[in-house]
């Protein structure tokens, strides 16, 4: 059961990194931009006399401090995530060799 | 003979939806609505409109998980996957990147009113630290994310329940309706605040659609996968007496 499971997770994950890289290959000339910029650009082209009336309180300096605080994020949760399917996994097999002992 | 010719209306419209997606390209974007960028009635009449979901999903969180240390870890365990989905920001055939919102799993197991407390966290977080998203537009994405995501793909988990459907592809079919309906209700919101005498409701949203919820489609896809496979892991190692729904 749990061999079955773990090669149906591989597959899917598979699939899952599959999908996330064939735009790169199909598509040569981007950058992938995530800029919430076009959606801002759009609304420039709608409503010309637009303008934003509030900003960030802070933004990260650059680049390299928002993949930072991007990589603490993705961190933060996989600790909480990750730790909490060891600790299942853990109690689980305590739990079995509690049960063995008892019999 | 009639199922010739409704084989062939499914590889048409299987084109159709392909060129939809090719059609945009290098469209940059899938996210939420940045600071500043929807006017001040629409900030607050969303914010207003969360409140009650807010308050509905902290009695939810409270009484599901009183005393119950099991039910407790797999809150967490539901948050950290939004956040780790949040931050992973993916290449779309549109040319442009994206991020998954992760909300689908803990809607399947905590119903969609919790979602509605744990997106705002992952909201305030990226809107505080990230300048991604914004305060002023809490609210209004606070209802895409957190609120009407979780709903749609609740909905589509229960409806699919009682069709007798797999558990696996129900998990699936929440998790890419949720992500899906977030970008989608997005737009829907910049197309209302920014309709014009020219350019009606649908016009405008159309065009938000066009930046937003295009992108996601195949990240939605991915999130759904994802998703089976956290689900999937979670019902293998609970405990016997606290198998999940």
């Known amino acids: ?103 | 003979m009639l199922r010739k010719i409704a084989k062939a209306r499914v590889w048409v419209a299987a084109a159709a939806a392909l060129t939809i997606l090719f059609a945009f390209p290098a469209q940059a974007a899938a996210m939420h609505i940045m600071e500043g960028m929807l006017p001040t009635k629409w900030c607050i009449f969303w914010a207003a409109l969360y409140i009650p979901f807010f308050a509905r999903g902290i009695y939810v969180i409270s009484k599901k998980c009183a005393g119950d240390g099991h039910m407790k870890l797999l809150l967490a365990m539901s948050a950290a996957y939004c956040f780790i989905l949040s931050a992973l920001k993916l290449p779309s055939v549109t040319g442009s990147s994206s991020h998954p919102t992760g909300t689908g799993l803990g809607a399947v197991l905590f119903g969609p009113s919790a979602m509605s407390v744990l997106g705002l966290i992952v909201l305030a977080f990226q809107a505080l630290l990230l300048a991604h998203g914004g305060l002023s537009t809490l609210g209004a994405n606070a209802i895409s994310m957190a609120v009407v995501g979780p709903f749609a793909g609740y909905g589509v988990y229960l409806l699919l329940g009682r069709m007798n459907v797999k558990k696996s592809i129900c998990v699936f079919a929440a998790a890419f309706t949720a992500d899906l309906v977030t970008y989608v209700v997005t737009s829907f919101q910049l197309g209302l605040a920014f309709q014009t005498a020219e350019m009606g409701l649908a016009a405008t949203t159309v065009k938000f659609l066009g930046v937003f919820a295009v992108t996601q489609i195949p990240l939605a896809i991915a999130e759904g996968l994802l998703t089976v496979v956290i689900f999937n892991t979670l019902k293998l190692l609970s405990p016997a007496e606290r198998s999940l729904a």
């Open chain 1, 1 to 103: 059961m749990i061999r079955k499971h773990i090669i149906t997770s591989l597959i899917l994950i598979g699939l899952v990194i599959l999908i996330s890289t064939i735009p790169l290959f199909l598509i040569q000339d981007s950058e992938f931009g995530g800029t919430d910029g076009v959606a801002d650009e759009l609304i420039q082209t709608i409503d010309a006399s637009y303008t934003p009336w509030a900003e960030s309180l802070w933004e990260p300096p650059g680049g390299e401090t928002e993949s930072l605080l991007f990589c603490l994020q993705a961190v933060i949760g996989s600790a909480v995530l990750f730790g909490g399917i060891g600790y299942m996994v853990g109690s689980r097999s305590w739990e079995k060799k509690q049960g063995n002992a008892g019999d």
